[in-house]
């Protein structure tokens, strides 16, 4: 099912108003100070939240995640892309989801903010490697990384969920409803590829950007803190939405808060040669049989739309919807439209519903 056509920026009278100082958007983190209401009207405080928790996966690997709205909801997992940490799905958004009836669970990839780091090399040279086909070996496929997320559902009691991914996190979404389809109730693909090559390619102007600085380790030095949010701003000038700039301070803020979370560049490395690796998945796409909705803005530099083209046209049934004016990133704006995706597609599920 595809949109009758790309869905325009929302206008100011149907899009909520975004924070003081914050410009004209969000980017969907929670580095952006949140205001006393959630852009849906809602108060802040009236979503039962989790403190950040771990979850033992296996042979010593724990992942870091948080928990939004009652267990009683349709659990819904969150799944972030490449080096991404779980606060870049905004808190505003989660407990929006909440409120719409789901159990809302997002977490740090492995190689990600607060969850285990892989003791692995990590060099620019396989990532260039992978990037022109040549063999490669990855310290971990997308599989694996699939393979956490349901191990983290075990851990949780949760028999199964709705699943929704953003860039890499939607590829991982994909393999776990390839993987493990009992465990998926719904599926959404947002920003995301197919791993066919030929689609969802990057802009080349991103690839340096990409790689700059690998080190490993931690830091807490305030010369590396500086370094990493100067290094995000500029990236993120590149990859952001057009029709919904931020100030170069909003950026920053958000950088901060990601580095405080915890920051693994060695592990965004690994990442980006799993994501690099994967096979195509559409052959196995095409045997899907769930509720699918795939979201896509039509100015993203960092996964060319080809790649939510190629992912709606392989799962059977999938609905493609496509945003003007939106890159690589989930404006504030548009956080009721997401929700409302979601929902309607979880709408579509199997699924029990919340007494």
Known sequence: MVSPGPVPPPTAASAPAAPSGLGSSGLGSS???SPALDPDGHPADDVPTSGPAMAPIRDGLELCYQTFGERTGEPLLLVMGLGAPMTWWDERMCRMLARRGFFVVRFDNRDTGRS??????????????????LPTRAPYTLGDMA???????DHLDLPAAHVAGISMGGMIAQRVAIDAPERVWSLASIMSTTGRRGVG??????LLPLL??????RSTSDADRA??????????????????????????????????????????????????????????????????TVVHGLADKMVHVSGGRATAGAVPGAELVLVEGVGHDVPLPLFGF??????????????????
């Open 31 to 33: 580095a952006l100070d």
């Open 147 to 153: 393979a956490d997320a349901v191990a983290l559902l």
């Open 212 to 217: 700059t600085d690998t080190r490993a380790d």
């Open 338 to 355: 997401v929700v409302d995706a979601l929902r309607r597609t979880a709408d579509r599920a199997d699924a029990p519903h919340p007494a």
């Open 201 to 206: 390619w990057q802009h080349p102007s991103l």
């Open 227 to 292: 370094s990493y949010v100067r290094q995000s701003v500029r990236t993120w000038r590149l990859t952001g939405s057009p029709a919904y700039r931020l100030d170069d301070d909003a950026l920053a803020r958000r950088a901060e808060d990601t580095w405080d979370h915890g920051v693994n560049r060695a592990g965004t490395v690994r990442q980006m040669i799993a994501v690099l690796q994967a096979p195509n998945r559409e052959p196995e796409l095409r045997r899907l049989c769930l509720p699918t």
């Open 116 to 133: 285990s780091a892989v003791d692995a090399p990590a060099r620019r040279s396989d990532v260039v490697r992978a990037f022109l086909g």
